[in-house]
């Protein structure tokens, strides 16, 4: 038992076990609850996102003066975020954790990690230009972590809405969630890949604010692969004519949600009628899905666009919906169902970051620290994505979600042990997970950074 562990005031309230009374105490010095950042420190180190982000901002401090490095302070926020501790303020007791030392390349006999203080000032140390360096940086790390440069991504946009409680800049009242609150726009790729995010108020952007950011999306992509092709792939209110004008002049491929409106429901008007007859007549009250195409515009569109209209007809009534393409030779069921439809997988990347990983979390007061809070959620994020590409593929490890991850792989009671000649984890022998460290642990040289 450490030394000074005596003033450790016992837990009350224990029931005794066979007349014996129960005794507990917070005295371990030497034992942690996050056995499991073990994994995320191989990941980290593969990945360099901590240094990475570090390089993009200007430290104003005296290098001799200097305790805690940036790239330090960035990578104990991110795995903090990672292992659950969305809060700034827990740094000030995990900073003496002897497994996120290790973790930061320290013994538990060293000095402490750095406190929360450090950390809320390090949030509010970029600047405008500092926070386009981190976005490009971001980029950048998406781009470094294929292994070859592929012939086409998909980028799925979308926004989520993040609620406020405080004066905090570019806060905005949105009625339909009737809170104050930011309406950040975040882009992953086809495969869960995460590329960027950007702090915003909580209002729908026109098509001019989001052309204005995609133009420096595509321009930091192509900046890394001139010769990659991409396709935009979002919801109605991303169908803007600035929008359709820039894909078209960018070489973009679209597949985009359209809101309905009297013209274009004129097309369907028939297909609606014959397919809900249709549906009647089935057996057992089951929902019956066709298709049509057509070539049609808004009057604000600069040309016709081909239109794919899918109507559903249910016990429910009919459902009409409709995407506008660029794509050429697939099918109208095809763009719809196989590439449209899978959009809605963002919706689930967006859960694990702004819900497993607290992404919400923006809480400072001006705009640029909750953006910098943006930019290391992501950081968390691709820790864990990482951690979860290195599981089998045809395994459920493989689907997992970031907080069962959390749960079976991070939070595991540990106890360091530094010898002479090693340092020694006693990990719990009744671990029902052990083979999948040893797979992980194996596997981590596939990380391409």
Request: charged content about 25%; aromatic content about 6%; glycine content about 6%.
């Amino acid at each position: 038992m450490p030394a000074g562990s005596e003033i450790t005031p016992m837990l009350p309230g224990l029931s005794p076990l066979g007349g014996r009374p129960i005794e507990a105490r917070f005295d371990d010095a030497l034992a942690s609850s996050d056995g499991g950042l073990l994994l995320l420190r191989e990941v980290e180190q593969r990945l360099g996102m901590a240094r990475r982000m570090a390089a993009c901002i200007r430290d104003p401090r005296a290098p001799e003066r200097v305790s805690h490095r940036l790239d330090e302070i960035l990578r104990f926020r991110m795995l903090m975020i990672a292992a659950g501790y969305a809060d700034g303020d827990d740094a000030d007791a995990l900073r003496r954790d002897p497994l996120f030392k290790l973790a930061m390349q320290r013994l538990p006999d060293e000095a402490d990690l750095c406190s929360q203080s450090t950390v809320s000032r390090t949030e509010n140390l970029p600047d405008a230009r500092a926070l386009l360096r981190l976005g490009r940086a971001m980029v950048d790390h998406y781009c470094d972590s294929f292994r070859q440069v592929p012939r086409r991504i998909v980028l799925d946009i979308d926004d989520t809405f993040d609620a406020v409680h405080g004066g905090q800049q570019l806060r905005l009242f949105n009625a339909h969630h009737d809170e104050y609150g930011f309406q950040p726009i975040v882009v992953f790729d086809g495969e869960g890949r995460m590329i960027a995010a950007v702090l915003r108020p909580a209002c729908r952007p026109d098509g001019r604010q989001i052309v204005r950011w995609l133009r420096r999306l595509i321009a930091a992509l192509r900046a890394n692969w001139p010769r990659v092709g991409i396709m935009l792939r979002a919801d109605s209110h991303y169908c803007t004519p600035e929008v359709l004008r820039f894909c078209r002049a960018q070489r973009i491929d679209y597949t985009l949600g359209v809101a309905p409106t009297t013209t274009l429901r004129k097309h369907v008007t028939a297909l609606e009628a014959s397919t809900t007859a249709r549906a009647a007549a089935v057996a057992g009250g089951g929902k019956l899905r066709r298709f049509k195409q057509f070539h049609d515009g808004a009057a604000s569109w600069d040309r016709v666009e081909r239109i794919i209209a899918r109507v559903e007809a249910g016990p429910q009534g009919v459902d009409t919906r409709f995407v506008v393409t660029s794509l050429a030779g697939l099918g109208g069921r095809t763009v719809y169902q196989d590439i449209y439809c899978a959009r809605g997988q963002a919706e689930n990347h967006i859960k694990a970051w702004e819900t497993h990983l607290a992404a919400d979390r923006t809480s400072c007061c001006r705009a640029s620290a909750n953006q910098m809070r943006l930019f290391l959620h992501i950081g968390a994020y691709w820790l864990m994505w990482s951690l979860r590409s290195l599981m089998p593929r045809r395994s459920s490890w493989r689907a997992a979600q970031f907080d069962t991850l959390r749960l079976r792989l991070l939070k595991l009671a540990a106890r360091v042990q530094v010898l002479k000649r090693c340092v020694r984890l006693h990990l719990p022998q009744a671990t029902p997970d052990q083979a999948i460290f040893t797979l992980a642990l194996t596997r981590m040289p596939r990380l391409t950074l």
